[in-house]
């Protein structure tokens, strides 16, 4: 089982930093779950087409790869059931 309290992580992400600018692999920093939430190590993962309008938008900061596998890191307070999708 996850650890329910692991505190802040750094973890790599894709960011652009402005519409239409290069993507960018940097660390990020990601809070711990709250309650009934769940933070997930990702395996895998890629972009799809709404990230690639996200990107050509106007949006002024993204981080990319929304649609992502991988592995329960930690869990929030409250959770008490997790399941196994494949």
């Known amino acids: 089982m996850a650890s329910s309290n692991l505190g802040v992580i750094t973890c790599r992400a894709a960011v652009a930093w402005g519409a239409g600018e290069a993507l960018v692999v940097e660390e990020v920093e990601v809070d711990p779950p709250k309650p009934m939430e769940i933070r997930i190590k990702v395996v895998c993962t890629s972009l799809c087409r709404s ?10 900061h993204a981080l990319f790869g929304h ?19 494949m």
Do not use: F, P
């Open 67 to 85: 649609e992502a596998s991988g592995i329960v890191e930690s869990i929030g307070d409250g959770v008490t059931e997790l399941w196994e999708i």
């Open 51 to 60: 990230d690639v309008t996200q990107w050509e938008s106007k949006a002024q």
